[in-house]
């Protein structure tokens, strides 16, 4: 009734509102204990399936986000956070089969937004870069990649971005909580609560395409491409600067300032690089058709530069690294792109590159 009445979607709103204002209630108090009632409000749509539907009910026409969805995807991810396996994947499946569930909407709304910060990267950035150039320069590495495509200053920044980009890490998140789920129930495949539905999760994921007819993981190395451009990274406090190749070859000094070509801040743009090659591992494990898919759109030099300590980014250097060990798992074609990649500089104490005698 919540969901299909036609006043259900203003109360639904009403109630994301409230749960929203009372997020940080303490214990023992009538905010706490309203916020209490909210939740369980939203936890029964959940366990009735409805997940995805509401999502869809306090939508805006034009808007790639509001900000009830964005706390309605914050529930879904506490709730996920917070139950077993087997109760998360039930919960989140129709009768009807993976293709019709909540894992639909978060793919289709992962889709949307990644879509969204790409396009509005590219116009901050003034250029479009095509898909399947990528650059490893920030890493200190040396590809054949032409370096005139480093950022330029910004040309036209959307307010609305950073929000997209919150929106994304809590999809990215809800999407993990799932998989990583999917796979705890394929670990007791024999019990007879675990259908085999709930095994086909991670090759849904994997074939799942846009209605552009992008590829999930083509679209996380684009993504992850362009936030590492136009994200400043923030290590031990310091911003720091992206770095030109050609000024190093050239014999000159880089990296001796904190200034950066991307944005200013990084508000708002928290845990996204993280949470995202977060994922690109986990669909990369023991998956061959992916690791190919990855090294053809170019995206092995995009994780390489992941590899180091983001401070905006916790943990993104681990996760970073255990997405490049599955990609090169029993992978020679991949490990020979690593192998080709010779470094033409080193990181000094002050965290800044410098060339090579």
Same mark, same amino acid.
């Given at each position: 009734?919540?969901?299909?009445?036609?006043?259900?979607?203003?109360?639904?709103?009403?109630?994301?509102?409230?749960?929203?204002?009372?997020?940080?209630?303490?214990?023992?108090? *009538?905010?706490?204990?309203?916020?209490?009632?909210?939740?369980?409000?939203?936890?029964?749509? !959940?366990?009735?399936?409805?997940? +995805?539907?509401?999502?869809?009910?306090?939508?805006?026409?034009?808007?790639?986000?509001?900000?009830?969805?964005?706390?309605?995807?914050?529930?879904?991810?506490?709730? @996920?956070?917070?139950? /077993?396996?087997?109760?998360?994947?039930?919960?989140?499946?129709?009768?009807?089969?993976?293709?019709?569930?909540?894992?639909?909407?978060?793919?289709?709304?992962?889709?949307?937004?990644?879509?969204?910060?790409?396009?509005?990267?590219?116009?901050?950035?003034?250029?479009?870069?095509?898909?399947?150039?990528?650059?490893?320069? *920030?890493?200190?590495?040396?590809?054949? +990649?032409?370096?005139?495509?480093? /950022?330029?200053?910004?040309?036209?920044?959307?307010?609305?971005?950073?929000?997209?980009?919150?929106?994304?890490? @809590?999809?990215?998140?809800? !999407?993990?909580? @799932?998989?990583?789920?999917? *796979?705890?129930?394929?670990?007791?495949?024999?019990? /007879?609560?675990?259908?085999?539905?709930?095994?086909?999760?991670?090759?849904?994921?994997?074939?799942?395409?846009?209605?552009?007819?992008?590829?999930? !993981?083509?679209?996380?190395? *684009?993504?992850?491409?362009?936030?590492?451009?136009? #994200?400043?990274?923030?290590?031990?406090?310091?911003?720091?600067?992206?770095?030109?190749?050609?000024?190093?070859?050239?014999?000159?000094?880089?990296?001796?300032?904190?200034?950066?070509?991307? #944005?200013?801040?990084?508000?708002?743009?928290?845990? #996204?690089?993280?949470?995202?090659?977060?994922?690109?591992?986990?669909?990369?494990?023991?998956?061959?058709?992916?690791?190919?898919?990855?090294?053809?759109?170019?995206?092995?030099?995009?994780?390489?530069?992941?590899?180091?300590?983001?401070?905006?980014? /916790?943990?993104?250097?681990?996760?970073?690294?255990?997405? @490049?060990?599955?990609?090169?798992?029993?992978?020679?074609?991949?490990?020979?792109?690593?192998?080709?990649?010779?470094?033409?500089?080193?990181?000094?104490?002050?965290?800044?590159?410098?060339?090579?005698?």
């Amino acid at each position: 009734m919540l969901i299909s009445h036609p006043r259900g979607p203003r109360l639904c709103i009403s109630i994301l509102d409230r749960l929203n204002s009372l997020v940080d209630a303490e214990d023992s108090t *009538e905010e706490y204990q309203a916020f209490s009632i909210g939740y369980q409000i939203f936890a029964r749509i !959940v366990e009735q399936g409805l997940v +995805s539907q509401m999502y869809a009910a306090i939508a805006i026409d034009d808007e790639v986000i509001t900000p009830q969805q964005t706390t309605m995807l914050k529930l879904l991810d506490s709730y @996920l956070q917070h139950i /077993p396996h087997d109760i998360a994947l039930s919960n989140l499946e129709t009768n009807q089969g993976v293709g019709n569930s909540a894992i639909a909407m978060l793919t289709y709304a992962f889709f949307s937004l990644s879509t969204f910060a790409r396009e509005a990267m590219q116009r901050a950035l003034g250029t479009t870069i095509p898909k399947g150039e990528r650059h490893s320069d *920030e890493a200190g590495f040396n590809s054949e +990649s032409d370096s005139s495509q480093e /950022p330029q200053s910004l040309q036209e920044l959307d307010l609305l971005l950073p929000k997209v980009c919150e929106a994304l890490v @809590l999809v990215t998140q809800c !999407v993990i909580s @799932l998989t990583l789920s999917a *796979e705890g129930a394929g670990a007791i495949s024999n019990s /007879p609560s675990i259908t085999p539905l709930k095994m086909t999760l991670k090759a849904f994921l994997t074939g799942v395409t846009s209605t552009g007819g992008e590829g999930l !993981v083509e679209s996380l190395i *684009e993504t992850l491409h362009l936030l590492d451009i136009f #994200v400043p990274r923030i290590t031990f406090g310091r911003v720091v600067q992206r770095t030109n190749l050609g000024n190093i070859q050239n014999g000159e000094k880089a990296g001796e300032t904190t200034a950066s070509n991307g #944005v200013s801040s990084s508000v708002g743009f928290s845990y #996204v690089k993280r949470d995202l090659v977060r994922l690109l591992g986990i669909l990369s494990s023991n998956n061959r058709g992916v690791q190919d898919r990855v090294r053809a759109c170019g995206g092995i030099p995009v994780v390489m530069n992941l590899c180091v300590v983001d401070d905006q980014n /916790p943990y993104m250097k681990e996760h970073a690294i255990l997405a @490049l060990r599955n990609l090169l798992h029993e992978n020679k074609e991949n490990q020979a792109v690593v192998h080709e990649i010779q470094p033409v500089g080193r990181w000094d104490e002050y965290h800044n590159l410098q060339s090579i005698p």
